[in-house]
């Protein structure tokens, strides 16, 4: 993500690729309105299908692309290239799945789930005594999601309609959470890491790929609604975040990755993507 400031036009990659202004709120951003945003602009690359959306979109400089391609495209290793092929949009910025020690029979729930990438591979790991959910907000994530899932012919993946800080899942009902660079994009994330704290079974897991600030993001960068989509002004600086991640309850906390990369200028902050694990721990069990 090639950063700008708010009188300059974002480059033409990421979630703001389709649109040709920054578009900066002189007042402050209700939740609400955050949220419409996000849903237009993640609507907008569900339907685009391969036109000029997403990191891959082939119309920023090459330096933007570069630049945006170390954050956002981690590569996913040995795995199935048919599930890669239908359902990566290059939205994500890690590779959750990779860390998420999930075993046959579990159940795992997916947040953000966009086209399914993550869920398929979830379900393929969990096999069919388990399940795999992706729940999203976006309507047309969900239809481009189960339309991969009738392509691939997987069956034990579901996606469910919902919003992560009060998602419409049982309590104590999931082994594994995964999410790949989402939780930049809630507005309240204590909400959202005490739903997963509330879904997640006693000596459950979490495994968040996500974008985190050093710094905190000026009050400029955080009204731009541009770069909220592009998973830039929600970031929250890393202690902070990891501290949030505490207050909820998880314990054992592990940062399996991180990444940091340069913005085009210079910035007060900097943006790092991260791979973390937490556990939900059993009363009895003290964690670290
Ligand atoms: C950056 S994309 C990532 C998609 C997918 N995880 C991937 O790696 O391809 C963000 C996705 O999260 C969804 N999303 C954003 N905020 C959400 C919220 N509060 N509740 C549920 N879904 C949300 C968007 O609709 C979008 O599909």
Redesign the pocket.
């Known amino acids: 993500m090639t950063m700008h400031s708010e009188t300059e036009k974002t480059s033409c990659c990421g979630?703001t690729c389709c649109s040709d202004e920054n578009e900066v709120q002189s007042h402050a951003i209700t939740e609400d309105e955050l949220?419409d945003s996000?849903?237009a602009k993640?609507?907008q690359?569900?339907e685009a299908a391969g036109s000029c959306c997403g990191p891959n979109c082939g119309c920023g400089s090459e330096t933007d692309e570069q630049v945006l391609n170390v954050m956002m495209n981690d590569k996913y290793a040995s795995v199935d290239q048919q599930i890669i092929d239908a359902?990566?949009?290059?939205?994500?910025?890690g590779t959750p799945t990779a860390f998420a020690d999930m075993e046959e029979g579990m159940r795992v729930l997916?947040?953000?789930?966009?086209?399914?990438?993550?869920v398929f591979l979830a379900a393929k790991a969990v096999g069919p005594t388990g399940k795999a959910i992706g729940?999203?907000?976006?309507d047309e994530?969900l239809k481009r999601a189960r339309a991969n899932k009738a392509k691939l012919g997987i069956t034990n993946a579901e996606f469910w309609k919902?919003?992560?800080?009060d998602m419409p899942v049982e309590s104590d009902s999931i082994d594994r959470i995964i999410?790949?660079?989402?939780i930049n994009?809630?507005?309240d994330k204590r909400k959202?890491f005490s739903e997963m704290f509330r879904v997640l079974k006693s000596g459950g897991r979490f495994t968040i790929?996500d974008i985190v600030s050093i710094g905190q993001i000026p009050a400029d960068v955080r009204k731009d609604l541009e770069l909220w989509a592009g998973?830039v002004a929600g970031a929250l600086d890393k202690e902070e975040y990891l501290q949030i991640v505490r207050d909820a309850g998880f314990t054992n906390l592990k940062l399996e990755k991180e990444k940091s990369f340069s913005l085009e200028k210079n910035m007060s902050f900097g943006i790092e993507s991260i791979t973390l694990t937490a556990d939900k721990c059993p009363p009895s069990v003290k964690g670290q």
């Open positions: 979630p949220k996000i849903r993640y609507g690359i569900a359902a990566d949009l290059g939205l994500g910025c997916d947040l953000g789930s966009g086209a399914g990438i993550d729940l999203d907000m976006t994530m919902g919003e992560i800080e999410s790949n660079c989402v994009l809630v507005p959202a790929s998973c």
